[in-house]
């Protein structure tokens, strides 16, 4: 020992009281810096213990709700088929046949608007059938397997109501909601768009309305009219603010900031064609957009 300190005084200069606090803590430097690779190799010996781990599955599994096929009844344990026609079956003979309550009201609904099963395929067609449910159904479906004659010749069991035809431009939700296919929210965004816009001046632009379908348009087309001469509100170009051009359909942000600029740099517009001259104004907007604008001048220009 003493010719460890001898050695470490002569090689590092220290004194003997440096010498001695330096034989203590080394030792203590030693152990600080094995000890975690020693308590790493210990901890991976033992067994894994998951116990925690397991009851915190156990309860998140518990607050599970676990997807249920839409069309079958999983509740009912006791499910017996019968021979049933989906065009008269009540929502109770259903239930009991082992459909989902929303699948039996699905049902009924088709038949209250007027839908109507002519052979036992057309079940399918209820969004939300399962095939296998549907499998096990089949024989007990009291509708033939084909029909040879086309079902467009075929007439309902119950038949619509004749709409008369009503003017599209002064139509309320009311009136729409009265059309097959259309409900209280797409009857809001027809009559949304067409204030928005100043009027339909054709049916095509029912194709700019969120959500309407070809079927829909359809519809509106065979039992609404728009008006030969009907002149569509229009806006003065010359007049309006940037922030009332912008919510028109046809024109938005962008192109309203433009047509602003444009009017600060050259003055009023002189005609309708020029807004031409503004150069992010394709021409396909400006032959949507030329019925609904219109440009009248101070007197005093």
């Given at each position: 020992m003493n010719r460890l300190r001898a050695w470490i005084r002569n090689f590092f200069g220290f004194s003997q009281t440096e010498t001695n606090a330096f034989l203590?803590?080394?030792?203590?430097?030693?152990?600080?810096?094995?000890a975690e690779p020693v308590y790493q190799f210990w901890q991976a010996k033992q067994p894994p213990d998951f116990?925690?781990?397991?009851?915190?599955?156990?309860?998140?599994?518990?607050?599970?709700?676990?997807?249920?096929?839409?069309?079958?009844?999983?509740?009912?344990?006791?499910?017996?088929?019968?021979?049933?026609?989906?065009?008269?079956?009540?929502?109770?003979?259903?239930?009991?046949?082992?459909?989902?309550?929303?699948?039996?009201?699905?049902?009924?609904?088709?038949?209250?608007?007027?839908?109507?099963?002519?052979?036992k395929k057309d079940l399918q067609k209820i969004y939300g059938m399962d095939s296998s449910f549907f499998q096990q159904?089949?024989?007990?479906?009291?509708?033939?397997?084909?029909?040879?004659?086309?079902?467009?010749?075929?007439?309902?069991?119950?038949?619509?109501?004749?709409?008369?035809?009503?003017?599209?431009?002064?139509?309320?939700?009311?009136?729409?909601?009265?059309?097959?296919?259309?409900?209280?929210?797409?009857?809001?965004?027809?009559?949304?768009?067409?204030?928005?816009?100043?009027?339909?001046?054709?049916?095509?632009?029912?194709?700019?309305?969120?959500?309407?379908d070809s079927a829909v348009i359809n519809e509106l087309k065979n039992k609404t009219f728009i008006q030969p001469q009907f002149i569509p509100h229009q806006l003065n170009i010359n007049r309006i603010t940037e922030k009332e051009l912008g919510r028109h359909p046809y024109i938005k942000f962008k192109l309203a900031k433009a047509i602003s600029a444009y009017r600060f740099q050259h003055g009023d517009f002189k005609s309708v064609d020029d807004l031409k001259k503004i150069s992010i104004l394709d021409d396909l907007t400006f032959q949507k957009l030329k019925p609904y604008i219109q440009v009248t001048q101070n007197s005093g220009n």
């Open positions: 203590i803590l080394l030792p203590l430097l030693i152990i600080i810096l094995l116990s925690n781990e397991i009851k915190e599955l156990d309860s998140l599994t518990a607050t599970f709700r676990w997807e249920q096929k839409d069309s079958v009844r999983h509740e009912h344990p006791e499910i017996k088929f019968f021979k049933f026609n989906p065009n008269q079956s009540t929502k109770d003979e259903l239930l009991q046949l082992g459909f989902a309550e929303a699948m039996a009201n699905r049902i009924v609904n088709y038949r209250a608007k007027g839908g109507r099963f002519y052979q159904l089949y024989p007990f479906i009291d509708l033939p397997k084909t029909i040879s004659v086309p079902i467009t010749t075929l007439k309902p069991a119950i038949s619509r109501k004749a709409v008369e035809k009503f003017d599209l431009n002064i139509a309320d939700t009311t009136q729409l909601i009265s059309l097959f296919g259309i409900g209280t929210k797409r009857a809001e965004r027809i009559v949304s768009y067409r204030d928005r816009l100043g009027g339909f001046i054709s049916f095509g632009q029912l194709h700019e309305v969120y959500s309407l």
